[in-house]
């Protein structure tokens, strides 16, 4: 997940000759979300739109729209630019915290490029050497944090249900359209999915990764399409990732882990990893990301790792206000995986973002008592920090990711806004328990003197007594 973290100092400095503002990911890394047409670089910013025309004039505009050349532009010149907001807050907290720009500065496909990229003109196209699709939303869970626009089973309870009534209408579908994030179901009749293949054979030799997201990418057939075209022209020098929520039923698992046996044993790429999500453990997870079976998804883990033994896995861990309590037993388990599979140069990783939206659900707006929580979550990690590979256990980055995390939760936020959006937290998950026929209080009865004051928050203030 993370290049080379030991000179951050020096990486720093060198993105900072070109300007303060200045981003590789920008021109390197790019997610394109075939399903509706929009992308972004990197995954933090919002996704902008892709104007038809630009694609019809020229595929590669799928990464090099007319929007992203303009940021390019003043990350050149110096300016800010309001997309990449969660780096500069970042980068504004006491104690030179360590933002994405300066992390993404350390990757294979960011470093080798900073010439190149440096001294480009502004409105280059580039081929990117880190390159993620979606291809449709269709999708067999519902995630807490997800919404209707990426995973169809999101989709269909919006439309049964509506959307969530909560200080402002959540999920709603009109939202959706407004912002022209509705998927484009047909997946034979996708201009964007066109433009993609037509830009595929002149992409596909420059990238160093490339990686298929959803929805599930393992329900749509785009993924199989692209894994019977790597098979029929190999690239050795490809590193091919694959998200997947692992949660498919285990037949479709098998057909996919035999293609990419295949792509492995006869070395038609350089390297295979697959991306899974998880923010907690057992029935907490399962409660978060709903849809979860957590035995099959433990059990797919332990078929892709023992059956692709150079194969890495990377656990994407979205840190949100659900993550905190138990999130031990998801560190120890991290460190028994590494035990078991890590070897022979595979990684057993896992990142820690912390969710920023939607902010009901994020860590931030916890009482004060969940900064200690998260403080001794930093210290656990940190007690079990071991960078010798022959004895893998937890690494310095990870603490460092959590210790930011717990500056992040400190900073204030507004009075008026924090009370509102507890109480969302409350409404939110009582519409949840309701739909879904899920029991918040039983899964995470150490949130409950928290759920009851986000709760009361919704009762009429007491009259205050005027003499
Ligand atoms: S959000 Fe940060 S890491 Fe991402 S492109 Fe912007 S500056 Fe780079
Ligand atoms: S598995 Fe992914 S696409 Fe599906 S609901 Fe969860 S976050 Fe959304």
Same mark, same amino acid.
């Given at each position: ?18 300007s ?57 010149e ?11 807050t ?6 030179n915290? *360590? ?8 990757e ?40 209707p ?22 999920n ?6 407004d ?45 199989f ?7 029929e ?17 285990t ?29 907690n ?13 957590f035995?099959r ?19 994407m ?12 037993r ?21 990142d ?23 403080a001794g ?27 930011r ?15 509102? *959006? ?10 949840h ?33 005027? *003499?």
């Amino acid at each position: 997940m993370y290049g080379d973290t030991s000179n951050l100092d020096e990486v720093r400095q060198r993105l900072n000759s070109v300007s303060p503002c200045f981003c590789l990911a920008k021109w390197k890394h790019v997610t394109i979300h075939l399903l509706n047409g929009t992308n972004h670089s990197c995954y933090l910013p919002p996704p902008h739109k892709i104007p038809l025309e630009e694609i019809a004039r020229n595929p590669s505009a799928l990464h090099n729209s007319s929007h992203k050349k303009q940021v390019r532009k003043d990350m050149l010149e110096g300016r800010r630019t309001k997309e990449c907001g969660m780096c500069w807050t970042i980068e504004d907290l006491p104690g030179n915290q *360590l933002s994405d720009r300066i992390v993404r500065g350390t990757e294979t496909w960011t470093k080798p490029y900073f010439d190149e990229v440096r001294r480009m003109p502004w409105d280059a196209d580039v081929f990117p050497a880190y390159m993620e699709v979606s291809f449709s939303s269709i999708c067999n869970f519902k995630c807490s944090y997800c919404a209707p626009h990426v995973s169809t089973k999101w989709h269909e309870e919006i439309k049964q249900h509506g959307p969530y009534e909560l200080s402002a209408r959540h999920n709603d579908m009109q939202w959706v359209v407004d912002q022209g994030l509705m998927p484009i179901e047909d997946e034979d009749n996708n201009p964007y999915i066109e433009a993609f293949w037509k830009w595929w054979p002149d992409v596909y030799p420059h990238l160093k990764v490339f990686r298929v997201t959803g929805g599930e990418p393992l329900l749509s057939k785009h993924t199989f399409r692209v894994l019977d075209w790597i098979d029929e022209h190999p690239h050795t020098g490809l590193e091919l990732d694959i998200n997947s929520n692992l949660g498919v039923p285990t037949p479709v698992f098998e057909r996919f882990l035999a293609r990419v046996e295949k792509l492995t044993r006869e070395k038609k790429i350089r390297h295979f990893k697959i991306h899974t999500s998880l923010d907690n453990f057992g029935a907490k997870a399962e409660y978060i990301r709903h849809g979860l079976d957590f035995e099959r998804f433990q059990k797919h883990v332990h078929d892709y790792l023992t059956r692709l033994p150079q194969g890495d896995i990377s656990f994407m861990s979205t840190f949100n206000i659900l993550s905190v309590d138990g999130y031990e037993r998801f560190l120890d388990w991290m460190i028994e995986l590494r035990e078991q599979h890590q070897k022979n140069g595979r990684w057993v990783n896992f990142d820690i973002p912390h969710l920023t939206g939607p902010m009901h659900l994020s860590a931030r707006i916890l009482t004060p008592d969940y900064q200690d929580k998260v403080a001794g979550l930093a210290r656990y990690i940190q007690a079990r920090v071991d960078e010798d590979r022959k004895k893998p256990r937890l690494r310095a980055i990870e603490f460092e990711k959590m210790r930011r995390i717990h500056e992040w939760m400190r900073q204030p936020l507004p009075e008026d806004q924090l009370r509102t *959006l507890r109480h969302d937290f409350y409404l939110y998950f009582r519409e949840h328990d309701r739909r879904r026929g899920t029991d918040f209080l039983a899964t995470f009865p150490e949130m409950k003197g928290f759920w009851e004051f986000c709760r009361d928050l919704g009762k009429p203030k007491e009259p205050t007594l005027s *003499l």
